[in-house]
């Protein structure tokens, strides 16, 4: 359920990215065609969120959902109630593993890929293919996980430290041989940033919650939504750095 999750969650932004190519090619570049495509951007997105607050106020009443809290009931009333930092605690590897993903990952996406690197082939439609690459390539890391899911969470903890090796290879396109700042290079590391982010992701939230007793697993989502909101944070504030 958490990979179908996260395969939809991210789905949304391959829409978002058709929609932003269909909008661009389709409407002139013109302050009433960007006025336009900014009007079905926000349409689509609310669309979007009511459908999840509709879905949201159903979930409870799938059979599935009744059986996990008919078993979490049970679980809580036999063992004393969880607390945060004790569940945090246990679970410190793959929340230190989702903090990293999402610290490498919003440094470099999607500020660099749009503001750093140019295309004289391409030109203007360089940002929006590597956006939109990212964003195909993410869903697909996340699906993978109905395929194969890594069955240890210190391998896929390393996975997502090992991630750090984007920096180096990132700034060799900015800064390295011509050669590599081509198109090739840098949609082939677009593609590896985006399945790595979305595979250990999905991996992570899987695995976490199912790492600790069923009366402690709700509170292991909650844990890992909040240092994946914190990687968010601290990634966007490093991604300042390529502007030095």
């Known amino acids: 359920m958490i990979s179908f999750f996260f395969g939809f969650w991210k789905s949304t932004g391959v829409l978002i990215s058709a929609l932003r190519v269909i909008t661009k090619a389709s409407l002139p570049q013109t302050p009433q065609g960007l006025k336009t495509s900014a009007h079905f951007y926000f349409i689509v997105s609310t669309a979007i969120l009511m459908g999840c ?18 078993l979490l009931q049970d679980d809580q009333n036999s063992s004393p109630k969880p607390r945060f930092w004790n569940v945090a605690r246990a679970i410190r590897w793959p929340a230190f593993g989702i903090f990293m993903i ?10 660099f890929l749009a503001e750093n690197i140019h295309s004289e082939m391409l030109q203007d439609w360089y940002p929006i293919l590597l956006i939109s690459v990212y964003n195909i390539s993410d869903f697909l890391g996340k699906s993978m996980t109905g395929i194969y899911v890594v069955d240890s969470i210190g391998k896929a903890t390393w996975g ?6 984007m920096y180096p290879l990132f700034s060799l396109c900015l800064h390295g041989p011509n050669w590599l700042k081509t198109e090739t290079p840098i949609i082939f590391l677009t593609i590896t940033l985006g399945v790595t982010n979305g595979y250990f992701t999905s991996v992570l939230m899987i695995l976490s919650p199912k ?19 914190i ?6 504030v490093l991604g300042w750095i390529w502007i030095i």
């Open 53 to 70: 607050i509709a879905c949201s106020n159903l979930l409870h009443k799938l059979p599935v959902m009744q059986q996990h809290y008919r």
């Open 102 to 111: 999402y610290t490498v990952t919003l440094s470099i996406f999607p500020g």
């Open 160 to 165: 997502c430290v090992g991630r750090v090796l």
């Open 211 to 229: 790492s600790v007793p069923l009366s402690e697993s709700e509170i292991a989502a909650i844990v890992m939504a909040v240092f994946l909101g």
């Open 231 to 236: 990687g968010l944070v601290s990634g966007s």
